[in-house]
């Protein structure tokens, strides 16, 4: 029982990390098509100051899933990263460059600095989410067993090529519907329509993208097609179609309310229908969460330390994100730092 219930938070807190997370890498595949210094220079000041209050945050809910799979589920994670090893560390390089690049390229005094740190920023944005989403293909597809070595096949497979490019495909989607709210916020009536233009285009390649998944799937991943198109998994699929038309509807609205909640919908529905289309199984169809769980006592530590997350941790997080969404969180200019440094000096 209680495996079953950290295999349900493990699901939710993956669907976190795709969301938060996938925003900023959704960002940085925008600032990676934004084109020459010139023609790109006020799309990337928006993606640079919308960024820089949460981008660091985001990764909370990496950590969380990586603590719960091998704490939790230890057989899964180690047969994972045997199998994985390398997407998911060129994953975690592109985590790490990504990061590194969006924190220098601000700083950087020469302008052939600012381009390079930029261009790590916005490559490995690209790269990451379609490396994680790989993975999860292969998991999906059920290569990941016992007898599984590291090999391309593992993760180079239909099942996780489109899996990776519906990772590309949803996060910029959620990046440009959240970068459209931004420019709103910011009075910048020409972004908000660059944006909401290229958010609809991504919506338009996530479903296309799905209905070839589901195709794909049928034969090559027959377990998790069964689960996506029956029961719970079909019904957060219908939910994720409909989400996908709200928002596409919120974004043809002037106002554009709501439109970042439905994007989100569409995002965290599809991955807990993968979740729930994998039931009952970690990896189809050769581990079962009973099969690929800990011991009971470190589950019921897990457990506890989950509800001490959930008190002290995610209301945190909620209000930052609260309150950078409402425009309480602005970074600092060049101009108020130069403001700053007048008044230290007297």
């Avoid at 930029?118 to 067993?145: D, H, I, K, M, N």
């Avoid at 069964?226 to 409909?242: D, E, K, P, Y």
Wanted: with cysteine.
């Amino acid at each position: 029982m209680i495996a079953d219930v950290m295999a349900v938070v493990l699901l939710l807190a993956i669907a976190a990390y795709a969301c938060a997370g996938g925003t900023d890498y959704g960002a940085g595949f925008w600032d990676l098509t934004a084109g020459g210094a010139e023609r790109g220079r006020r799309p990337r000041r928006l993606i640079d100051h919308a960024m820089a209050p949460v981008w660091e945050v985001n990764n909370v809910w990496l950590i969380f899933v990586l603590v719960i799979m091998w704490t939790g589920f230890p057989v899964f994670f180690q047969r994972v990263f045997t199998a994985m090893w390398l997407p998911l560390a060129l994953a975690a390089v592109g985590t790490v460059l990504r990061g590194a690049g969006f924190a220098l390229r601000k700083p950087a005094r020469r302008l052939a600095g600012r381009r390079l740190y930029g261009a790590v920023f916005a490559v490995a944005s690209l790269l990451t989410p379609f490396f994680l989403g790989a993975a999860a293909g292969g998991v999906a597809s059920g290569r990941v067993t016992a007898a599984t070595r590291a090999s391309t096949d593992a993760w180079a497979n239909p099942t996780s090529v489109l899996f990776g490019l519906l990772a590309v495909a949803a996060t910029a989607s959620l990046g440009a519907v959240f970068l459209s709210a931004d420019a709103r916020r910011f009075a910048e009536p020409q972004l908000d329509g660059y944006f909401r233009r290229r958010a609809l285009g991504a919506l338009a390649a996530v479903a296309v993208l799905a209905v070839i998944t589901l195709f794909v799937t049928h034969g090559d991943a027959p377990h998790t097609w069964h689960g996506l198109t029956h029961g719970a998994g079909l019904v957060f699929v219908v939910v994720s179609a409909l989400a996908t038309a709200a928002t596409v509807w919120l974004l043809t609205r002037p106002s554009g309310a709501w439109s970042r909640v439905a994007a989100v919908g569409v995002v965290a529905s599809a991955v807990i229908a993968w979740g729930l289309a994998q039931r009952p199984y970690l990896v189809p169809t050769s581990l079962t969460v009973a099969e690929g769980a800990g011991a009971d006592t470190s589950l019921r530590w897990l457990g506890i330390v989950t509800l001490v997350a959930l008190v002290l941790v995610v209301p945190a997080v909620a209000f930052l994100y609260w309150l950078d969404t409402h425009g309480e969180l602005e970074s600092l200019t060049d101009a108020d730092l130069r403001r700053s440094g007048a008044g230290d000096q007297g």
